[in-house]
């Protein structure tokens, strides 16, 4: 098996094909591993990426197998967004075992975020994982790395100053609306379009800037509820007109179907921040001359630099978490391995004992001979047992298992994680656990 990520993200593709990409990957994961693909899958969607890992049946790192499954993913995430194949391929990465491992690493730390060390994108990971396993496409390997991926983040967290001030998105986003927008937010109404995490976000950061007077409308009718539980006050689409004609700032978390058009804006000074992936609002709100449009991509240029120092001192606890998973799954292959050579030499060690048996039965002979073979397999393995590891730390696994092919015949089978073992499923075929991994809560980003 082995481990890969298509990524999509706004370093390489502008925000508004990364929401359309988004949009084509849903149910993907599903279709992907029931079609048999993929032994697994899990899509990581957040407002500025869109990230596919997987695990594909190849026993090896075979090129030609991988750029295969590429092109195959690429079509068909291509065709579900309405792109052509060719448009989409050159702003998508495959990467591939310790290279998709150490780049989930390093998202999950927020070194890739718009807003580096931003913490938002902890829970967004840990969501992704618990979306797969409640719909069955997270394998045991996958739910591993994803584990792999919380622990990093909580020691980026506890060892490192990254993101301790409080900088994310919606805080940046803020910023910049304080900028344009008259008064100070005490005085200030806000409208916030969305119920979800990102949403409560928004709620949260907002109340921190002393901002009391909060509304919430959600198209589909879930702000009653939302607001009973977070302050507020819910907003019926009857009165959506009036609210934003009562408010000085409206921020878009929701990532509606269709965005709201310029002619439906009111003839209030507004300002307007459009924080989902999926807009809430027409970009062509930004013509309006009372109106202040703020996007992603405003966020994205806004956003400020981390200190060099916790930037390096995080990149470092990543390069150790992604040796560590390497390690451990190598560790993993090995004792397979050592487990598989032993079965297939105690098997030809009992076809020759029973040849022995039948030749003399049970007398003092045939135990001496017994014990005498039993210990000369024993001493036989112990050197293979012991390259076995050694090769391993050397990072030359693959080789030693390619040997116990050419010369046994010897087919190593993927490791499988012990049904008692936290977090994990029982075995690599993405059966379904309600385990989830550690991860800090966060908001979701929107889209």
Not at 221 to 245: C, H, I, Y
Not at 283 to 309: C, M, N, Q, R, Y
Not at 415 to 439: F, I, Y
């Amino acid at each position: 098996m082995v481990l890969f990520s298509l990524v999509a993200s706004h370093r390489d593709v502008d925000l508004t094909t990364v929401a359309r990409l988004a949009d084509g990957a849903r149910g993907l994961p599903s279709d992907l591993v029931g079609s048999g693909l993929l032994n697994g899958a899990v899509a990581l969607s957040t407002c500025n990426r869109l990230e596919l890992y997987g695990e594909i049946n190849t026993p090896t790192q075979d090129a030609a197998a991988l750029r295969e499954t590429r092109a195959e993913l690429v079509g068909l995430l291509a065709e579900r967004a309405g792109f052509d194949p060719q448009d989409v391929a050159h702003g998508v990465q495959l990467l591939t075992e310790d290279d998709a491992a150490r780049h989930l690493f390093t998202v999950v730390s927020g070194l890739e975020s718009a807003v580096v060390g931003e913490r938002e994108i902890t829970g967004q990971v840990r969501r992704a994982l618990t979306e797969a396993q409640r719909d069955g496409t997270a394998s045991g390997e996958l739910v591993r790395l994803f584990e792999a991926a919380a622990h990093t983040a909580r020691e980026v967290g506890t060892h490192t100053s990254l993101g301790e001030r409080g900088r994310s998105i919606v805080s940046v986003a803020l910023d910049l609306a304080d900028d344009v927008t008259d008064g100070q937010w005490p005085d200030r109404r806000a409208l916030v379009f969305g119920t979800g995490a990102y949403a409560g976000a928004t709620m949260a950061a907002l109340r921190d800037r002393g901002c009391a007077d909060i509304e919430v409308y959600s198209a589909s009718g879930r702000a009653e509820q939302f607001t009973a539980n977070r302050g507020g006050t819910p907003v019926a689409s009857d009165d959506l007109e009036d609210a934003l004609n009562r408010c000085d700032v409206v921020i878009g978390c929701s990532g509606g179907a269709e965005p709201m058009p310029a002619q439906d804006m009111p003839t209030n000074a507004l300002t307007v921040v459009d924080l989902a992936l999926s807009r809430d609002f027409d970009p062509s709100v930004a013509d309006l001359p009372h109106v202040e449009l703020i996007t992603l991509e405003s966020v994205k240029l806004a956003a400020p630099e981390e200190t060099g120092e916790s930037v390096t001192a995080a990149q470092r606890i990543v390069d150790q978490a992604a040796d560590r998973f390497k390690n451990q799954r190598t560790g993993r292959d090995m004792s397979s391995a050592i487990v598989a050579l032993r079965k297939h030499t105690m098997g030809v060690l009992e076809q020759e004992l029973d040849k022995i048996r039948q030749q003399h039965g049970c007398t003092g002979a045939h135990e001496e001979i017994e014990f005498a073979m039993r210990r000369m397999v024993k001493s036989l393995l112990h050197q293979p047992t012991v390259r076995a590891r050694k090769m391993a730390a050397e990072g030359r696994a693959e080789d030693y298992l390619m040997g116990l092919e050419a010369l046994f015949g010897i087919e190593v089978p993927a490791a499988q994680a012990p049904a008692q073992e936290s977090g994990t499923n029982a075995a690599v075929s993405g059966q379904h656990t309600t385990s989830e991994p550690r991860l800090p809560s966060a908001p979701r980003a929107a889209g």
